[in-house]
């Protein structure tokens, strides 16, 4: 983290739906969290999903898990308040939040109030001057990009207007793959420095949900992610890599 800065807020979108920006928001979690030096938290700002894929009625059956979208809503403190599990704060939309809506207002103080040194905020489906100043309000954005080509292609809109914003951006190919042309992907985002991860076994990901487990635990999946997590954490950190 650079010196003077005590906490990092990370904004993390799609470059398109389904590019897998809460997965990479939440493996992203796990590795800071492992490195015993940070206390991250996830917020999803926008859509929601991770609850449920994450099994966190499971994780907090008899404990409390604060619903801080509610309180939001309802003008109560968030202060102090967290969901801890993996060494996270999670701060997701539960089932029954699913319908209360934020103000750009809200959801800045929510980022600002949550606890955590690390805040990742995972962003979807929030558009137009709201998705700017909420993008212009982080420290990084980490920006997740599918490499199939008609997702690329959807995505050139949002990708120019990134390219030319002057924003802390750093961008990662998601789902990396041996049919994937290196070369015409490259030309086509015209983007330096890229950060990749492999693409992970389906299988991994239906069994880590069935079995109520995290998906950064799971050991394929680690072994896999370790690596690349560790050289984006530096990156995001200020830090040049090796």
């Known amino acids: 983290m650079n010196a003077g800065m005590d906490r990092l807020k990370i904004g993390v979108i799609a470059l398109t739906p389904g590019a897998g920006a809460g997965f990479v928001c939440s493996c992203l979690a796990g590795a800071f969290a492992e490195t015993g030096r940070y206390y991250p938290a996830v917020l999803e700002i ?21 619903r801080f979208f509610k309180a939001m809503n309802c003008g109560k403190s968030i202060r102090g308040k967290s969901n801890r599990l993996y060494g996270i704060n999670w701060i997701l939309r539960s089932p029954e939040e699913e319908g209360i809506f934020l103000d750009l207002l809200d959801a800045m103080r929510m980022v600002n109030y949550a606890s955590g040194d690390v805040i990742l905020c995972r962003i ?85 949900e069935y079995s109520c487990r995290f998906f950064y635990d799971h050991a394929s999946a680690r072994s896999k992610l370790e690596k690349p997590m560790e050289d984006l954490i530096q990156a995001l950190l200020g830090v040049e890599t090796t």
């Open 124 to 208: 979807a489906n929030v558009f137009d001057e709201k998705l700017w100043r909420l993008l212009w309000d982080m420290d990084r954005i980490l920006v997740v990009i599918d490499p199939l080509p008609s997702k690329m292609l959807a995505g050139y809109k949002l990708l120019r207007a990134l390219r030319t914003s002057g924003l802390p951006i750093l961008y990662l190919i998601n789902k990396m793959n041996g049919g994937v042309s290196r070369k015409e992907m490259l030309d086509y985002l015209k983007l330096k420095n890229l950060f990749y991860l492999p693409m992970i076994d389906e299988e991994v990901i239906y069994s880590s």
């Open 46 to 66: 926008g859509g929601g999903g991770l609850f449920d894929s994450l099994a966190m009625d499971k994780h907090f059956a008899g404990r409390d898990y604060f």
